[in-house]
Nanobody, 112 residues
Framework: QVQPVESGGGLVQAGGSLRLSCATS?????AGWYRQAPGKQRELVAT???????TYVDSVKGRFTISRDNAKNTVLLQMNSLKPEDTAVYYC?????????WGQGTQVTVSS
């Protein structure tokens, strides 16, 4: 299985938390989480390198945390203090050398 598999999305009230998980069957280099809201372009939310260096889009800094478990070939996104504007389909992206693989997406809905 090459396509990463995401889980953990759902419906949550504003201020709540969710944790997204992305599982792969292979070791990967850089990984990231993207999101796409209705009528908007896909947006890069967070990235993590093999060594654990992370980057975040300004709108989620201090609220979201990306991490990885190299033993399980997974990448996680802990989302706290969720806001209605975080509502989107969240996609996992993993890279191995010059190849990249996308998950199928998981819906996150934050109600006000």
């Amino acid at each position: 299985q090459v396509q990463p598999v995401e889980s953990g999305g759902g419906l949550v009230q504003a201020g709540g938390s969710l944790r997204l998980s992305c599982a792969t069957s292979f070791r990967f280099n850089t990984a990231g989480w993207y999101r796409q809201a209705p009528g908007k372009q896909r947006e890069l939310v967070a990235t993590i390198t093999t060594g654990g260096m992370t980057t975040y889009v300004d709108s989620v800094k201090g609220r979201f945390t990306i991490s990885r478990d190299n033993a399980k070939n997974t990448v996680l996104l802990q989302m706290n203090s969720l806001k209605p504007e975080d509502t989107a389909v969240y996609y996992c992206n993993v890279r191995i050398f010059t190849s990249e693989y996308w998950g199928q997406g998981t819906q996150v809905t934050v109600s006000s």
